[in-house]
C-alpha cells in the first residue's frame, strides 16, 4: 500500500508547482514574460504521467520503509515489490511518452496540415471563383451600358472577347474549386489517420499488459516474508 505520506509528498509537489507558477506570475510585467513563466519546467524532473508519479511514490514508499527498519537497508518481500512495481510503472511512463510523440508526429501533425494546408487551399480557390465571377459580372455591366438598355445592340468585339475570356475564367476557377472541395472531403485520408491513432493507442496497451503480466508473474513467485 502507498503511504498517506508519499501521497502527500505528490500532492505536496504539485501544490509547489503551482506556487512556483504563481509566484512566477505575479513578478511578470509583459506578456512575453508571463508566458516563459508558464512554459518553464518545474524542477522536478519526474515526467508528469500518471505512471511515472506512481513510480515515484512506490519508490518513496519503498525507501521510507528501509528508512524505518530497525536493521536499516534490510529488504523484505515488501520493500521487493515496491521496487518491482516502481520500476514497472515508471517503464509503461516511458510507453506513455514514446505514444504521446507518435500522436504529435504521426497524427496531430497530418492534422494540423489538413487544416492549415489543405483547407487554406481550398479557401483560396473558394476566393478565386468569387474574383472570378466578380470580374465576369464587371464586363456584363460595361456591356449592358454600352448597348444602351438595348439588349439587341450588337457588342462592341473588345468586350465580346473580354466577356469570353472572364467567363473561362469563372468556369475554369470554379472547376478547380469543386475539385479540391472533393478532394477535402474524401473519407480515406481522415480515416487512414484514425486508424493511425487507434494502432498508436493500442501498441502503448499492449505494451502496458505486457509490463504489468510480467510484473504480476514475478509477484506470485516472490517469497512472502511472514513478519
Do not use: W
Not at 519546467?41 to 504521467?49: E, F, H, L, Y
Not at 515488501?78 to 509503461?92: D, G, P
Not at 473588345?158 to 472541395?181: F, G, H, Q, R, Y
Request: a negative charge; glycine letters at 2%; hydrophobic letters at 35%.
Amino acid at each position: 500500500m502507498i503511504s498517506l505520506n508519499c501521497h502527500k509528498k505528490s500532492l505536496t509537489d504539485y501544490s509547489k508547482i503551482i506556487s512556483e507558477k504563481f509566484s512566477g506570475l505575479s513578478q511578470a510585467t509583459t506578456t512575453s514574460e508571463a508566458e516563459a513563466v508558464l512554459l518553464a519546467t518545474s524542477k522536478d524532473s519526474t515526467p508528469k504521467t500518471l505512471s511515472h508519479q506512481l513510480s515515484k511514490s512506490f519508490k518513496a514508499s519503498r525507501d521510507l520503509l528501509l528508512s524505518s527498519s530497525e536493521e536499516e537497508s534490510t529488504e523484505n518481500s515488501l520493500t521487493k515489490a515496491l521496487l518491482k512495481i516502481s520500476e514497472t510503472e515508471y517503464r509503461i511512463g516511458d510507453e506513455r511518452l514514446d505514444q504521446d510523440k507518435l500522436i504529435i508526429t504521426e497524427f496531430n501533425a497530418k492534422v494540423k496540415k489538413i487544416l492549415n494546408v489543405d483547407f487554406a487551399n481550398a479557401s483560396k480557390l473558394r476566393k478565386q471563383v468569387e474574383t472570378s465571377r466578380l470580374a465576369f459580372d464587371t464586363v456584363r455591366a460595361e456591356i449592358k451600358v454600352a448597348q444602351k438598355g438595348d439588349e439587341n445592340a450588337e457588342i462592341p468585339e473588345n468586350l465580346s472577347k473580354k466577356l469570353e475570356a472572364s467567363e473561362d475564367d469563372l468556369v475554369n476557377a470554379t472547376e478547380l474549386a469543386v475539385e479540391s472541395m472533393k478532394d477535402l472531403i474524401k473519407p480515406l485520408e481522415a480515416v487512414s489517420l484514425v486508424k493511425v491513432f487507434a494502432k498508436i493507442q493500442l501498441n502503448y496497451h499492449k505494451a502496458a499488459v505486457t509490463e504489468l503480466s510480467q510484473l504480476v508473474d514475478e509477484l506470485d513467485t516472490l517469497p512472502v516474508d511472514d513478519e
